[in-house]
Structure formats: C-alpha cells, structure tokens
C-alpha cells in the first residue's frame, strides 16, 4: 500500500525501551517489539518513524538508531530523576516529559503527520500533544485496566494499591473518549472495551500484533537444529515475571507432567537482571513451588534470551506455553506457531481470536491443573497429532499475520480517520 503519511511519531513511554528490546526487564514485553516491529515495517514502506520513551538511564543515548532500519529512531525524553520507575507509578512524571518532547520537537524542527500513542500512560502523552501541535493522534490501548483487574484474584483494596486501576481505568476512558482513533488486538478485547467501558464509538480497528516471518520459521526439511546448550526434550515459557503470568499454574500442571514423563524439562524464558520487588515475590513463590514438588533440577531458567537465539529456543521446544490469567494478545505465542511448534495458550487470553482449539493449538484453562496436564502429556506423547498442530500453526501465521500486513492495516486505519 502506497502512502502519504512521511514522519510518524510513536509513543511508548515505560518500561526499557532499546533498539535491540531487552524482553523480560520490568514493564518490557510484547508491547515494545510491537512498537519497534511496526516501526520498521512503516519504514520498510518509506515512512520515517521517531519513537519516543521516557529517559532514565545516563548511559543510554538520547537518539539512537536501528543499525537495521535507521529510518526509524528511538529517542528518549527525561522526565524526573535519572532511574528507572514502574508503569504503575509513571504518571506524575507524565506532565514533565510532555513538557519536554514538546520542547525536543520544537528545537529539532519535528514535523509529524500524526502521533500514535501505546498504554496508557503514553494515551495521557499523546492527548496533550494532539492538542499542541494540532495533528491526527491515534492510541492502542494494549492492555485493558478493567479487564485486567477482572482476570486477577485478590483483595480489591491490595490490587489498588498495587496496580493504581482506578486511575488508570479513568485516564483510559478519557483517552477513548478524546482521541481520533483506536486499535485493539483481538474482538475479545473490543467486546471488554464495549462492556466494561460502556464505550460504543465506531472509531476502533481490530488490528492484531504481527510476527517476523523471515526470522520465525520451522526449521526447513534436513534443517538441523541449532545447537542451544538446552536439555533435547523441552516446554519453552517466554513472558516477564509478573503474578498475571500463570507461572504457578504452570509449575503446578508440570509437576504432574513429571510423574507420567521422567525425560521432559521446562525452560522459563524472561525475567530482569535486577527483579523489582513484585518480580522477586514471583520468582521467590516459583522457587517455593519447585522444592514443594520437587521438582527442582526440571527447571531450567534462561533469563533474557539473547536475538540470535530466539527462534532457536522456539524451534527446538516440543511444543509453547502460555499460562496467563490475564493476556489481551500474546505475541510470543504467535512466534512459536510460526516458528513450526504448537503451543498450549489460556482460553482466557486474545490469541484465542486467532487460533483454533484442537486445529492449530490448543486453549485450555490454567487453573485446571488437570485440564492443563493432560494437554501437555497429549503433545509429548502424540506425536502424529504434535506435527499436524504444528503445520497449522505456522502456515495460518505465515498466511495471516506478517508484519507487513499489519503496516497496510495500519496506513488504512490512519487514512480513515485523518
């Protein structure tokens, strides 16, 4: 699809925002690839791309290029003190980095088509600077605060304290109510936007996250596998560690995967260098399952898994999990189909739009440590039924969800509402 549109701005302002995404650090998961694969995709298509992060750290650049794409810059603002701050906490920096993208767009004699902003604390960024410079301003929401204070147990009153919903829920809504246009990753999270926001405006997309067809594949006929120092027969886990990631759910079901197969190991993919305090009472809680089910030496803890081992990593797992309460999409479960393995998904999550049960994976409901189990024990020991769910998998992402179809999707959607 031809374009327009020459600059565009993107804003995702939490977390650790780099060129190459450090997947696993606090607040730093499937929405920065997102941002970043999206970014290049529009570039691929002559489109220059700034994307704008909050800067926290000195030895970070303040402009810094993809060595692949340079069309499209990262580019960090400071707001507050020189160190790093939770998603949860980031709003009363909010003002401050508005004040000082505007100032950076101003002296750098920036002029955008339009400015797309990601969560909600980048939605607060993006009102502000639709109203300053008078351009287009679109907002994908990623996550929903009502939906996700409906997936997770626990106290009403600690959860708030934690998670800051009722301030978020309140700016997402003003954010809906104020911008142009919106997108959402799956129906299921245009339904919850629909009932738990009462919000009925025409202007959403269902575009959902795309996948690097080029790096995720299966691995070609007489292809061996990459040598990764991981154990031969392996489940492969990939996401941050946060409580809404099921990782007790999974350790629970795997326990009783052990009793029926004594040769499988699972391998937990994520997870920061310096755990924050609500990634260390995760980690500390999985520890104690572990020893509690002894099954200690079946664990194997990547941490960050570098790029070049990725699709690696995917490719040689016997199959994917993805154990979340509480998931509006799941990238990484897309890049195991396309990377030629099954993957077993919560049917409470968005990937359930995109995947079939039984044809091209399988959804189940984590908190049923049977339910989960059996679906485990299923593909390791079938393996007939493990490849056909395996070819599936990947020609219906290949077909469907490249990123450079979503880009397409994406100049569409800006076009219908500038």
Known sequence: MTSSFKHIAMLSTHGYFDPIPLLGETDTGGQVLYVLELSKALARKGIKVDIYTRWFDRNRQQINPLKDCPDVRVIRIPAGSWEFVI??????????LTENLTSFIKKNNLDYDLFHGHYVDAGIVTIDLEKIFHKPAFFTAHSLGAWKRERMDG??????????????????????????????????????????????????????????????KPLAPGEPPRKTGLPEKYIFCLSRVDSNKGYDLLLNAFARVCKEIDDIYLVTGGGSAHPQPREQE???????????????????????VEENLMASYYQNARFF??????????????????????????????????????KDGLLIDPKNEDEFAAAMIRLLEDETYRDKISKAASILIRRNFSWEAMANRHLAFYNRYC
């Not at 998603?87 to 401050?96: A, D, F, G």
């Open 87 to 96: 998603k949860e906490e980031i709003y009363k920096l909010l003002p401050e």
């Open 321 to 358: 999990v993805m154990p979340s309460i509480f998931e509006p999409f799941g990238m990484t479960a897309q890049e195991a189909m396309a990377s030629g393995i099954p993957v077993i998904a919560s049917r409470f999550g968005g990937i359930k739009t995109v995947l079939t049960h039984e």
């Open 155 to 216: 106290d009403y009153f600690k959860m708030e304290l934690q998670y800051n919903f009722n301030h978020r829920i309140s700016e997402e809504k003003r954010i809906f109510n104020t911008l142009q246009g919106h997108t959402v990753t799956s129906l299921l999270q245009l339904e919850k936007l629909r009932e738990l926001y009462d919000y009925q405006g025409d202007n959403v997309e269902i575009i959902p996250p795309g996948v690097n067809i080029h790096k995720f």
């Open 282 to 304: 995760v980690l500390d809680m999985m520890h104690r399952i572990m020893k509690e089910k002894c099954i200690e030496d079946k664990i194997v803890f990547v941490g960050h």
